[in-house]
T-cell receptor
């Protein structure tokens, strides 16, 4: 099946730093989603992207739909302790198909 | 506010026992997904339903797993007999069509 790769696998950052992570594939996707999973909870939808080049923000989070449609990026500005968790990307190849999830990026924020 | 509700939150059972996990999707959503999450495999899609009809259960071990939607407000995932390798967190998610899915809090299953 289709695979998504997420980079980095994990990261440790200092509170206040900016964070960048990405999601890549060899296939072209028409929709990208970014989820965050807090420890012991289910994934929560953060941002949805529908068009190549689209840039969407949700508070301190900004996500972009890559121009090639094979990747997506998530940035977090001025990180805070509650940003800790696993960030998943999910891609949909075409309308009507199920989303494929990436393996996640585990973020730790040091005070 | 609307949310997907899963019960139980935690379940510890002995190998060979039957396990039933329940999910109440968000009212109005017509699609229900069952996912399994492990450290090794990440999030795996087990099965999904549209308008209560099973559309795809190819991700599910057929010999011991079964998923049903007795009505629009209840989805169940059953394992019989359970095995230690079934230990994982099982998530239910709901959505409208194949648009964004909203996840429940999960059922953490431990089979000993």
């Amino acid at each position: 099946g289709q695979q998504l790769n997420q980079s980095p696998q994990s990261m440790f950052i200092q509170e206040g730093e900016d964070v960048s992570m990405n999601c890549t594939s060899s296939s072209i996707f028409n929709t990208w989603l970014w989820y965050k999973q807090d420890p012991g909870e289910g994934p929560v939808l953060l941002i949805a992207l529908y068009k190549a080049g689209e840039l969407t923000s949700n508070g301190r989070l900004t996500a972009q739909f890559g121009i090639t449609r094979k990747d997506s990026f998530l940035n977090i500005s001025a990180s805070i302790p509650s940003d800790v968790g696993i960030y998943f990307c999910a891609g949909q190849l075409s309308e009507g198909q199920n989303f494929v999830f990436g393996p996640g990026t585990r973020l730790s924020v040091l005070p | 506010d609307a949310r997907v509700t899963q019960t139980p939150r935690d379940k510890v059972t002995e190998m060979g026992q039957e396990v039933t996990m329940r999910c109440q999707p968000i009212l109005g959503h017509n699609t229900v997904f069952w996912y399994r999450q492990t450290m090794m495999q990440g999030l795996e899609l087990l099965a999904y339903f549209r308008n209560r009809a099973p559309l795809d259960d190819s991700g599910m071990p057929k010999d011991r797993f079964s998923a049903e939607m007795p009505d629009a407000t209840l989805a169940t995932l059953k394992i019989q007999p359970s095995e230690p390798r079934d230990s994982a967190v099982y998530f239910c998610a709901s959505g409208f069509g194949n648009t964004e899915a909203f996840f429940g809090q999960g059922t953490r299953l431990t089979v000993v």
